[in-house]
């Protein structure tokens, strides 16, 4: 146990029983605990092996590469279409967790095997990503834009992209894509400030 991680399971919170009973199921399985992105994270030598957050519905484990694993009881579920590489085991209640207990380490200890094996998660290319038509006008209207998205990083492009693929209504997309013009002119990410 790390207390620096304590104050996550100590808030008041509609999960606090499901996330006490989550995190000893993990520690029993010898990883050392952190708290990464404001969550309970757990790793096996400096590598992100499972974590653990809420919602609204429900509260999940949450592992880092859940593509790679076997899910033999088809309990992994993929966040959303674009999340490539972490999947979650999804729990409403503590009854669920508690049923579930012997599963679940079964799941953390082979996450734990594909770490120690140095596997990694294969990410599509930011060129299998669909390109908004009102981000490619753009880029067709102005060169520069493109020169500078194409000299991003990879995962600047992949957020860019899935930043102007998401709205519904071209309005928005255009929108998106003008707000973000320039910060992709000084190759600056979505989220860089």
């Known amino acids: 146990m790390n207390t620096k991680v304590d104050f996550f399971f100590n808030k008041a919170s509609k999960w606090q029983d499901e996330y006490k009973k989550l995190r000893s199921i993990v520690l029993e399985c010898g990883l050392q605990e952190e708290l990464k992105w404001g969550f309970p994270c757990y790793n096996y030598q400096n590598g992100n092996v499972v974590l653990i957050h809420g919602f609204k519905d429900y509260c999940a484990l949450l592992f ?34 508690i049923e579930m207990g012997t599963l679940l380490r079964d799941y953390i200890n082979e996450a734990i095997e594909l770490e ?78």
Not at 131 to 155: C, H, R, S, Y
């Open 64 to 97: 880092h590469k859940g593509a790679l694993m076997k899910d033999a009881n088809r309990v992994l579920i993929q966040q959303t279409e674009n999340v490539q590489a972490a999947r979650q085991i999804r729990f409403a209640n503590i009854r669920e967790i």
């Open 116 to 193: 120690r094996a140095g596997l990694k998660v294969t990410f599509k290319k930011s060129t299998e990503f669909k390109i908004a038509t009102e981000f490619q006008n753009k880029m067709d209207e102005f060169p520069g834009l493109k020169v500078a998205f194409d000299a991003l990083t990879p995962g600047r492009q992949r957020a860019y992209l899935l930043h102007f693929s998401a709205p519904k209504q071209s309005k928005t997309r255009v929108s998106r894509v003008e707000k973000c013009m320039h910060k992709i002119i000084v190759g600056k990410g979505l989220d860089d400030k």
